[in-house]
C-alpha cells in the first residue's frame, strides 16, 4: 500500500476534530481507495468500524442515526477510529482483505504503534468484519458483528429473493469474489466463518434481529450455534427486530462484550 495524501478534514461538525482522509493505492492492483482516521488514547484498541452495503466510509458520520447512537460514545471513551471505504460493496473479498490489513499496517506505523483493534459492523460491515477476523485473528482483539451470517448463506438467501436491493447485493458479492460458489468455492471456503470458527478465539458479539427480512435469522442462529464452543462468544438476538435493531442495542454493552477497557 502507498499513502498518497492524508488531509485533516475535521471540521467539528461533521467530522470531530483531528479527523484525517488517508487515500492510497492497492499493492493488489493499484485500486485508488480511501479511509477516515481519528487518533485516540494511544494506549488503547482502535475501533475499526465497517460500514454497510452500498454506503462509503464515512457512514458513521454521515448516517444520522448511526453517529448519534455510536459516535458520542467512541469519543467519550478516548478510542482512535478507524471507518475504511473497502472498495465500496464487497464483503471483505480477498483484495479488500489485503487493503484492509495493509491499512493497519500503516496505522500502526503512523498513529498508534501496537495498539491493537477491535472491528464492529452492522449488516454488510458485521459480515466483512467477521471475514477479516477468519482470515486474520492475530489482527482482531475484538469483533461485534450487528447482523450476519455466513457468506455463502448470505449470498443464497440474496439471489433467491425478489427485492432488488438483495440482488444487487448478490451481484457484488460475485463481482468482488470472481464468481459464484459453485464457480470459485474454494474462495468462498476460505472466508467462511462456519469453517473455521477455530479462528475466532477473540472476544465476539454476533447480532441480530428476529425478524430481519434481510438477513435469514436461521442461518445466523446456524453461525451462533457453530461458535458456541468459543468462551468468549455470546449471540444476542432481539425479539421482533428488523434488520436495523441490532444496531441499537446499548454501545458499552457491546464494546464490554468484544472486550474493551475503558
Known amino acids: 500500500m502507498k499513502v498518497t495524501d492524508i488531509v485533516d478534514i475535521g471540521d467539528g461538525e461533521v467530522f470531530p476534530q483531528g479527523t484525517t482522509r488517508l ?27 465497517l460500514h454497510g452495503s452500498f454506503s462509503t466510509g464515512d457512514q458513521l458520520y454521515t448516517r444520522r442515526d448511526i453517529r448519534d447512537h455510536f459516535l458520542p460514545v467512541f469519543l467519550e471513551e478516548g478510542m482512535g477510529l478507524l471507518t475504511p471505504n473497502l472498495r465500496g460493496t464487497t464483503y471483505m473479498c480477498p483484495k479488500t482483505v489485503v487493503d484492509t490489513a495493509d491499512l493497519l499496517d500503516e496505522i500502526e506505523a503512523r498513529f498508534s504503534p501496537r495498539a491493537g483493534f477491535i472491528f464492529l459492523g ?38 433467491q429473493s425478489d427485492l432488488p436491493v438483495l440482488q444487487d447485493l448478490a451481484q457484488a458479492i460475485i463481482t468482488a469474489y470472481g464468481g459464484t460458489p459453485e464457480e470459485v468455492p474454494e474462495v468462498y471456503a476460505a472466508h467462511s466463518v462456519i469453517a ?28 451462533a450455534a457453530a461458535l458456541q464452543h468459543q468462551p468468549r462468544f455470546t449471540y444476542w438476538e432481539v425479539p421482533g427486530g428488523d434488520h436495523d435493531s441490532p444496531l441499537f442495542v446499548p454501545v458499552a454493552e457491546m464494546l ?5 477497557e475503558a
Not at 499493492?27 to 494506549?43: C, E, K, M, T
Not at 470458527?197 to 436461521?218: K, N
Open 122 to 159: 452492522g449488516s454488510g460491515g458485521a459480515s466483512s468484519a467477521q471475514i477479516f477476523a477468519v482470515r486474520h485473528p492475530e489482527r482482531v482483539r475484538g469483533l461485534v458483528a450487528l447482523g450476519a451470517c455466513d457468506l455463502a448463506d448470505r449470498l443464497d438467501f440474496a439471489r
Open 196 to 223: 473455521r470458527t477455530d479462528r475466532l478465539t477473540m472476544p465476539f458479539l454476533l447480532a441480530s434481529g428476529e425478524c430481519d427480512a434481510l438477513i435469514p435469522v436461521d442461518k445466523v442462529r446456524e453461525e
Open 23 to 49: 487515500s492510497f493505492t492497492s499493492d493488489v492492483d493499484g485500486l485508488h481507495d480511501w479511509a477516515l482516521f481519528r487518533p485516540g488514547d494511544p494506549g488503547k484498541p482502535v475501533l475499526v468500524y
Open 256 to 260: 464490554r462484550l468484544a472486550g474493551w
